[in-house]
């Protein structure tokens, strides 16, 4: 049997799923202190489909893009899972789950990571979408690798691959977000994913935390030899412009090395979309339905009492963001089939990203 995206479904693990229903996650008990779990090796074939995006510099779009991308992918019937690696947790907010059921703060996650603990993602934060949430019980996970990482090197950021690897192969696909300037939690994203997705702007800072990325990249490799990098995608960007995206293109290559897979679709500045999806925990494509179903302006206007301020309405903006996106995981899920299919000619992208 295949999946929606073409490939084979892992035979284990597939579950009968509610639809549209958030289920509680159990709450954690507290981390148990060392002694570590013994590593095992990772099923990488169940990774296979990780995606992680990173960028060194905050505000690039990370959480954005995987949101959106999940959201999307999930919508067209493709099975998804988001894992938050982030302490501020943007992910409970873009999805609208901040203090519900499915936001237990990163506290799954950490004892997983810490006690070997079977993750439990949250089931159905949108039909078809399971998270790991983050949060602020994350800012634990940052000093026990630190010490297992002096206790036993680099071999210890293989545990997110560990505790993925088992329920990764009921998913299409993966979504690791990754926070700023965390490297160590960045490390982990980099050693169980197969696939790296990196947001920039087109300003200095997203191309310096470019180059930090191609840095901690080649390290990963050593541990993680299947690590490609999918590409980078322009981020809230105001301009189609060709040199725009050549000097992208150009810090990409600087970063890793000769290969600069830049993507075709950026996703357009579009402030007011942005403040609407976060405010109200929408992604792009349901707020470009909702707006296509408001009131028109003038009859909205007329049911305002005089003097009132006039109702706030959605930016209808929205329907260009959510066709950004859609283009953008038509790019991206184009690419992994190719990478994917064994007659395919075409070079695999980031197979020859050793910076
Ligand atoms: N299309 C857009 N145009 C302009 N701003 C946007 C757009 N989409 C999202 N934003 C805003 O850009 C900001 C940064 O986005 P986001 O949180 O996705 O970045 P990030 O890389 O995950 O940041 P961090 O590193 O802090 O986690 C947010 O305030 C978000 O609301
Ligand atoms: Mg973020």
Known sequence: ??????????????????????????????????PAPEPVAPDREALARTIAMVNDKGGVGKTSLVANLAGQFAAAGYRCL??????QA??????????????????????????????????????GLDIVPGGARLADLVPVMVSRVQERGRDAFGVLAEVLA??????????????????????????????????????????VGMRLVGERFALARELNPDLGLLGAVLFATG??????????????????????????????????????????????????QEAAAQPAWWAALRETAAGAPPP????TTAASVAGDYRDLGVELLTLLRTAEDPTSTADARGQEATP
């Open 1 to 34: 049997m295949t999946g929606p995206a073409g490939r084979p479904r892992s035979s284990a693990g597939r579950r009968e799923r509610g639809i549209g229903r958030v289920r509680p996650v159990r709450p954690a008990p507290e981390p148990a202190p060392e």
């Open 82 to 87: 988001l894992v938050d690696l982030n302490r």
């Open 90 to 127: 943007n992910l409970a907010d873009d999805l609208g789950f901040r203090d519900g059921p499915a936001d237990d703060q990163g506290a799954g996650l950490l004892m997983s990571v810490v006690a070997g603990t079977p993750l439990r993602p949250a089931a159905d934060v949108r039909p």
């Open 166 to 207: 088992p329920v990764a192969g009921d998913y299409d696909l993966v979504f690791v977000d990754c926070p700023p300037e965390t490297t160590i939690l960045t490390d982990l994203a980099l050693t169980a994913a197969r696939w790296v997705l990196m947001p920039t702007k087109s300003d200095g800072g997203g191309l």
């Open 239 to 288: 301009s189609r412009s060709r040199v725009v995206h050549a000097e992208v293109r150009d810090a990409v290559a600087q970063a890793f090395g000769g290969h600069s897979p830049l993507f075709t679709t950026s996703i357009r500045h579009a402030e007011r979309t942005a403040q609407d999806a976060r405010r109200l925990g929408r992604l792009a494509h349901e707020l470009e």
């Open 312 to 315: 706030r309405r959605l930016s």
